[in-house]
């Protein structure tokens, strides 16, 4: 039987800086979705990448004293071993500098023009070069100290004027906003659903879609004008059907995965992937991705970060202080459903600590352990099931499922995560009411039936927390000789479960207990 077939992407990186935490994060929230969709036994596809061309990048460079190629393969270098660093299970990793994107942008250029929603104009209006965008005058803020001009989002607006191509962007209001109403899970979640709508209710203007090459020549030139270069969030967007070898509709990969069931990006640039790209598509004749996430900021100790205020976090410091698993697990879980999170490390350690040590780390080794001393190293046999054993069993089968689908879809990842935590403090009150250690003297048959009980629940929280702790989870379903090939979510059913007799290895700690003082100090070093 064929699997069911699920594109998911994230935003591609700009090259401007360096990888920092909101990187990671994105990338994580993406890769726990991709691999949950793997266990439940989907074809996947995921493709992460980075964004190179545009002015940003130029200017970037060449206040580096470099060339922006040069720059753009220095810093993209930086974003492919993050992704390395951080487990990400990406299939594919795109570079718009790369030969495939620059025929897929090209591609759809002429998709676009051949429709009649191209034409060449001059374009006067205010723009931001940090964030690549045009922006009405009311929606900006005017320093009376400065006399600058500032974007919602804090960055400087300069006004230009100069030739450009324009896409027919009005023309897409009425369709555009049809859409959401036909398809209300479009945008996620409901606040960027709203935002969206009414911006677009606002009346949309002819989009500028190119840049002369006397002002910027690093990008993807225009098909058939030598004088023009793309705008770099045309060039950008197409990155997602360069991924499923776009212009080649007639490949298995695209004719597969196409349209992508999630587009993961910050809620910064929600409106280059609700609006303009849906229009983009739209005129060249193809489909619309089905849903657009728009997640949150990451919060340092209460404070955005920023490079002036000293408080950016970087992956390989945070990896270095807390351990990979443990951050994957502590930002899926303090960061609610598209809402902007907090990052601070008192919060980290008390949560790594008790969750993840004390949590389902102890709960693991110390009734494997149990098993490893007084079972002969061997899942033990059990007797006939209590309703108490049953409850806790059923537990960790169909209903745990049944949650994980039903939020992991919705990327309500905290409340996916409490799921399974709740079986974790389940069974230590079953193992506090049980007293397996007393049985041992008193009634040895039903201590083994209660270890049978726990190794049970612990195969459904191992097989359960991979796409979160995939290492740490595999480690666990090591220790109890688990096979590969029985860890999907589909065996997460009592038809799977452990077998008496079977050997378990010798049991040890997947997730040490972090120490505050050491990890403070080393933070604030």
Same mark, same amino acid.
């Given at each position: ?292 996430? &728009? ?8 404070? !955005?970060?920023?490079?002036? +205020?000293?408080? %950016? =976090? #970087? ?119 049980? &007293? ?8 040895? !048959?039903?201590?083994?039936? +209660?270890?049978? %009980? =726990? #190794? ?70």
């Amino acid at each position: 039987m064929a699997k069911t077939p699920f594109y998911i992407t994230t935003a591609i990186s700009y090259v401007n800086g360096s990888p920092h935490l909101g990187h990671a994060y994105e990338a994580i929230l993406t890769d726990v979705m991709a691999r949950f969709k793997r266990l439940d036994g989907y074809d996947v596809m995921f493709l992460t990448g980075t964004d190179e061309h545009g002015e940003k990048v130029a200017k970037t460079a060449e206040q580096n004293g470099m060339k922006p190629k040069e720059f753009a393969d220095k810093n993209a270098a930086e974003f492919q071993a993050m992704t390395k660093l951080l487990g990400i299970s990406n299939d594919d990793f795109i570079r718009t500098t790369e030969e495939r994107h620059h025929i897929a942008s090209q591609a759809i250029w002429k998709r676009l023009q051949d429709n009649g929603d191209i034409y060449l104009g001059k374009y006067k209006g205010w723009y931001s070069i940090r964030e690549e965008g045009y922006f009405t005058e009311d929606e900006l803020t005017k320093i009376p100290e400065t006399g600058e001009y500032l974007t919602p989002n804090g960055t400087e607006a300069k006004w230009v004027e100069e030739e450009s191509y324009f896409f027919k962007l009005s023309e897409y209001t009425d369709k555009l906003l049809t859409y959401y109403e036909d398809h209300p899970e479009f945008i996620q979640p409901e606040s960027r659903r709203n935002e969206i709508i009414s911006f677009v209710k606002g009346g949309l203007k002819d989009l500028s879609i190119s840049r002369h090459k006397d002002r910027l020549n690093w990008g993807i030139p225009v098909p058939e004008d030598k004088n023009h270069i793309m705008y770099v969030w045309l060039d950008a967007l197409t990155n997602y059907i360069t991924g499923v070898n776009f212009p080649d509709e007639s490949s298995e990969n695209f004719k597969k995965f196409w349209p992508a069931d999630y587009h993961v990006i910050g809620k910064d640039i929600i409106r280059f992937h609700a609006v303009y790209w849906p229009a983009f598509l739209i005129s060249a004749g193809l489909d619309i991705p089905k849903t657009i996430f &728009a997640h949150g900021f990451i919060n340092v100790q209460g404070q !955005k970060m920023s490079k002036s +205020v000293g408080n %950016v =976090l #970087s992956p390989i410091d945070m990896i270095d202080t807390y351990g990979l698993e443990q951050i994957r697990y502590f930002l899926m879980r303090e960061i609610s459903h598209g809402q902007d999170g907090n990052f601070s490390h008192e919060q980290a350690i008390e949560r790594m600590n008790a969750d993840l040590a004390n949590g389902i780390g102890n709960l693991a080794q110390r009734t494997l352990s149990m098993i490893y001393k007084n079972c002969n190293s061997q899942i033990p046999e059990h007797g006939e099931f209590t309703e108490q054993d049953n409850a806790l069993m059923n537990q960790g089968y169909e209903k745990l499922l049944e949650s994980l689908r039903q939020h992991t879809d919705k990327f309500e990842y905290n409340i996916v995560i409490e799921s399974i935590m709740s079986l974790a403090r389940n069974a230590d009150k079953y193992i506090d009411t049980q &007293a397996p250690w007393i049985l041992k003297k008193e009634d040895p !048959k039903r201590m083994e039936t +209660v270890l049978y %009980v =726990l #190794s049970e629940v612990i195969r459904c929280i191992a097989i359960s927390i991979q796409f979160i702790t995939p290492d740490a989870a595999g480690k666990i379903l090591d220790q109890i000789n688990v096979s590969e090939s029985n860890r999907l979510f589909k065996h997460l059913s009592a038809d799977y479960s452990l077998k008496a007799g079977t050997n378990i290895n010798k049991p040890y700690g997947v997730f040490p207990r972090i120490v505050e003082d050491e990890q403070m100090q080393k933070v604030s070093e």
